[in-house]
């Protein structure tokens, strides 16, 4: 601003011109020497004038308005009074501040205009962040509708818990449900022609469902999602058929279980297809943005096909009213789908809990109370033949409240019990049982007719049936041959000798049948050949004497052993016992204490014991919505040299605009105006313009942010895996956006703003502020840097190709060879742009010769090194740009051409394969492949082709999908468990590479002991732990077990781009240690041959149809892995290349300023005859050479640094793409030179060359 007044130090002369505001007035001025240094916008309004006298600068301004009737005549202004003040009336601060902007619009609208692009790819970021955690939120909430908690155990439950625990609960509605995975076909199992989908989930529901979900009640028959209709082609009225598993009483792979007859096929009809956006069409328990495959049936057809229907009592038939069973229970209010807060929805979880554990019965866990009123005492029992560990530890703690005596008891089937030296002698298929055999009343005594009870774990005690029949007596040896449980589902039968202690009279307690737990289709079968046989009977050699047995004493053990011994031989995961017996006290009814206990017990079962709880789904969802994928920061990274190039604009555009203001604020330094008033003159104006072009870049970031959501639907969507994200603007972020992007934009422009206006008046008035050209000498440091990078690039380069680099693993899955290749490629970069900078300061004399485009070429050259320091920055920066776009672009992948190797993330696998149902039965073996219901009669290339496969079966503990594919944050992964022989198999074959894993056999940290409540070791994939967990080597992961106890895994190693990303890898034994109930296998890696593979793939997805079996090439996995990160690629190769074309525009600039600078330089050679298109080709060509530099340099270092994985055949990079990516950015470049070449041709030569002159 002007001061308000100042004196004159003497009267002066002054001269009047007639260019006065006003037509009656005249301006007095002091005479200048040189008026073609005022700045144009006081020459062009004459306002104000610099003061002179006698060629000394006073300092100090005057003005007077006189009244003239001939304005254009020269008058002689008076002499003015020296120590009278002037004041000035003409401006006020404001009205200077407003001319300035108006005078000068066009350079701050280009500062307008850079600050609003930073501040809109800056918002925009924001935004997309916002949209996604927005858009994953709601597509929770459509997921689950009403649904806002589920009940769920380990095992099915009755039904009428549902109406139990609405008098508890009230309010919500409560729908009890069947919830089982399964798959979906059209025609028949036996048809090879049909269409299957496997990993569908099976929904049994009944009208309360569909009043959670929000719509009418569909049509009987089935209601399917819309993926499903569209992967299976079906429409309205077609026939499908549903195949689910039919649920085990006992474990299938327990000695007992069912497993033959293992599914079940419905065939219905296509009733209803849900739309995406509807509920049942996306609904899940687990969090996903992908669309899930649903079928929805009626849920007392399905209860009836799986046998779990209600069934009432018929004393004729001697059947037992049997509940209808379900395992699932969904829990909502209907009035809002909007979620509890969190605190308030945990504790509504744990109160539900509550009440399901006040309401539940012991035939909701399957258990139950025998009462032995005739021995005084009660038998704890499971329908699943076993008793788990805790379940008997609740009871047993009952019992020792009230010191009540118990005896646990262990049972056994045998299938032989021999005398060894007498073949004829022997008995087939009886009890064994272990338990205190020393134990008073009412759990003993045993009568022994001679001898005593075992002790030791090889030695039993016979019942005198069994001893008659085998001819034996104690101390004789006794042969029992008893079928264990394989790991793959097969019964050998091991036998053993054990030496007879005793013999025990067929009377009291050891004639007890009860001691053997009632199992449906054994216990109560009247003879053998009633039997539901578990394993294939030898019927032919059951005697006549054993039928007697079974007539007369069914169960009763024939054998005896101690509890330990029986533990010894016959313990199983699911359970060390198969009753506990607990003693009726004295003066007790026994159907009252019965009563007692059975409260007393329930009360003592909690959820770790029971495994049943509430679980708060929406609650959940909601909190996973906030993403494994920080989106924000991605679009940030992704738009990094979008923000920087326009931030490097604002400067430099700035800076360009204060430098052709230099001699106006030089001017006023000069005529008294305080330095700090002159910066804040210039400075905020600056900051005005920054917070301007603020406001105006939010607008844009939300169009920017649409446009970046609708490329993550269509373009980029292999990033996101849906289409269902939307934009959502929060205004916090577009306050965020604003002020990052004016706050950082001010910095430069006060940083621009101070280096100019601390400059010297005198400088300003002479070259507006510029620095003097300088060019450097060469310097020892210089020419040392670069020796050192070109010897380092030359060196690294060399031994990578000869092979002294070892390939080996350095960190993070790079081996030594990439390393040192990529650091070869920096180098090469550091050496290029230091050489560049090399030559630039030499000093080449002040002269240059020839003629034509040579000259032409030299002189640009020259041109370029004026101002050395500004010419190597525009060139890093472009060289740096091109270096990291053309590197990402190189790095994408494409894992199908890669062949199966062992030490490769495909472990030498050519498929991999899953199933909705578990294989019992070995793949690699005949005999398992016949149990499975493969027939290869008269199909010998089948055979052939499963002979030549290798199969490595894995157990699967079913969790969330933990990989890069799901953007919601994982709570429970899934979990794959590896037998101990695929472990050694894995560590001897060396299968799969590993990252950051120090160990030598990393396979073999897998079956590192664990403590019963310490962490667990596993593996996983580096992309699961560090990109989707957000874990690390030693880092622990929490979870729970079969029980709802919190258990840690520590994570022990971590593969490198594997097919095992999304789930962790455990072995088998500490799997089925916090998952007992975890049957059969689920996961394959098949081992065969490419050219097979799609033949295997056939067969076996026909012959396993039942089973959900579906198979995929390992590549086409890995492929679907590694869409999301050559997507990610691709979106930094897109938003990259943009910056880098926004960065030449910088580039443009500069050649500006640096005709600006030059402008009397260029004045006087055309003064001199140069003419104005050789001109312009001087500045083409001085920015042709700067922006090829860069782009060649940055371009082949890249191509050094990638060079391994670009000769690697899975390397995947669009040369087109990217060799028009950098067209595109040289075209732009020299696109943004016209500015300069234009400001060439408009150059006044004689303003110039007097400039120069003053």
Known sequence: MLPGEAKLPLPVTAFALSQGPHPDHVM??????????????????????????????????????????????????PSLNPLAPVRHAMFTRQSFWLSTIR????????????????????????????????????????????????????????????????????G???????????????????????????????????????????????????????????????????????????PPTIPRDALLGEREETVIELPLTVSHIFPDNTMPGRFGLNPSQQLPLNAFVSLEPLQAQLGLQFTPASPRKKILEKPARVNALFIGHTDSVEPQLSQMGLEMADRITRAVHQRIQLDDLSLRVVSH???????????????????????????????????????????????????????????????????????????????????????????????????LTTGDKITLKYHMVGDRGELPELTKAFRVTGVVRLTGVAADRGLTPQVSGVTDAETYADWREPFPLKKDRITDRDDEYWKHHKTTPKVF???????????????????????IPKGYDPEAFATDFQKQWLAAMDRSITGMAAEPVKLQGLLAAQGTTDFTGLFIGFSLFLIASALMLVSLLFRLGLEQRGRELGILLGVGWPPQLVRWQVLSQGLAMAGIGGLVGVGLGVGYAQLMIHGLTTWW????????????????????????????????????????????????????????????????????????ATLTSGLLLLAGLFGLVPTTEAFAGFSWRTIAFFLGGTSSLAAGLLGLGRWLAVDRGSSVAGQGKRAWLTLALRNAARNRARSLLTTSLIASATFLVVAVASGRRNPAV??????????????????????????NSPSGRTRLGINLRHREEAETLLMAARFTALRVRPGENASCLNLYQTQMPTILGLPQHVIDQFATEQRFKFADTRSR?????????????????????????????????????????????????????????????GVLLMSEEHLLQLFPETAGYRYFLIEVGPAQANALTTLLESDLADTGFDAERVADRLADFLAVQNTYLSTFQTLGALGLLLGTVGLGVVMMRNVWERRSELALLRAVGFTTPTLRWIVLLENACLLGFGLTVGTLAAAVAMAPHLLSISADVSWPGLAATILAVFVAGMASSLAAVREVSRLPILEALRANAG
């Open 561 to 583: 052993l101690s509890l330990a011994g029986a533990e010894t031989h016959w313990k199983s995961r699911y359970g060390q016992r198969t009753s506990l017996r607990i003693a």
């Open 103 to 170: 005078h000068f619009a066009r350079s701050h609208l280009t500062v307008v205009l850079g600050v609003a692009l930073a501040t809109a790819v800056i918002t925009g970021a924001l935004i997309v962040g916002d949209s996604v955690r927005d858009s994953l939120r709601r597509m929770s909430l459509e997921r689950l509708g009403s649904v806002d908690f589920v009940v769920r155990g380990p095992r099915f439950f009755r039904q009428d818990l549902a109406q139990r625990l609405s008098t508890e609960v009230a």
């Open 373 to 471: 009123a005739e021995q005084n005492l009660l038998s704890i029992e499971s329908e699943r033949m076993f008793l788990d560990d805790s379940t008997v530890a609740a009871a047993e703690k009952v019992a020792a409240a009230h010191q009540w005596k118990t005896s646990p008891v262990l049972v056994y089937l045998l299938n032989e019990m021999a005398n060894p030296n007498d073949s004829t002698k022997y008995s087939m298929y009886s009890i064994a049982a272990g338990l205190n055999l020393d134990a008073m009343a009412p759990f003993g005594p045993f009568e022994f007719l001679s001898g005593q009870a075992p002790q030791a774990d090889d030695e039993v005690a016979l019942n005198e049936w069994l001893a008659t029949d085998t001819g």
């Open 717 to 788: 969507s292999g990033a996101v895996g849906t289409q269902g994200l939307a934009l959502s603007v929060r205004p916090l972020s577009l306050v965020i956006g604003w002020l990052i992007a004016v706050l950082v934009g001010a910095f430069l422009i006060m940083r621009a703003g101070r280096q100019l206006t601390s400059a010297a008046p005198r400088q300003l008035l002479t070259s507006g502020g510029q620095n003097p050209v300088t060019i450097a000498t060469n310097g020892t440091g210089r020419h040392l840097a670069l020796s050192m």
């Open 172 to 246: 919500p509605v409560i729908a009890p449900a069947i919830v089982v995975p399964g798959s979906v076909q059209t025609g028949t199992l036996k048809d090879s022609s049909t269409r299957r989908a496997g990993h569908v989930e099976v929904y049994g529901v009944d009208a309360a469902f569909w009043q959670l979900a929000g719509v009418p009640v569909p049509p009987d028959g089935l209601a399917i999602s819309r993926r499903l209709a569209d992967q299976l082609q079906l429409r309205l009225g077609d026939s499908a058929s549903v195949i689910v598993e039919i």
């Open 28 to 77: 007095c001025v002091r005479k200048v020497d040189n008026p073609d240094l005022w700045p144009p916008f006081l020459r062009d309004r004459s306002v104000f004038y610099l003061v002179s006298v006698a060629g000394e600068d006073r300092g100090t301004p005057t003005k007077e308005i006189l009244p003239t009737p001939t304005p254009a005549a020269p008058v002689e202004c």
């Open 898 to 923: 890669e062949a199966p190797r062992r030490d490769s993330g495909n472990g030498g696998y050519s498929l991999v394969a899953e199933t909705n149902q578990p294989l019992l039965f070995d793949l």
């Open 1001 to 1061: 056999e990393p396979w073999r940290l897998l079956a590192e002991p664990a403590p019963s409540t310490g962490p667990i070791p596993v593996l996983g994939d580096i992309n699961t732990l560090q990109y989707s967990l957000h874990k690390g080597i030693g880092a622990t992961i929490e979870i729970e077990d079969a029980q709802r106890q919190k258990r840690s895994l520590i994570v022990r190693g971590m593969l490198d781009g594997s097919v095992f990303q």
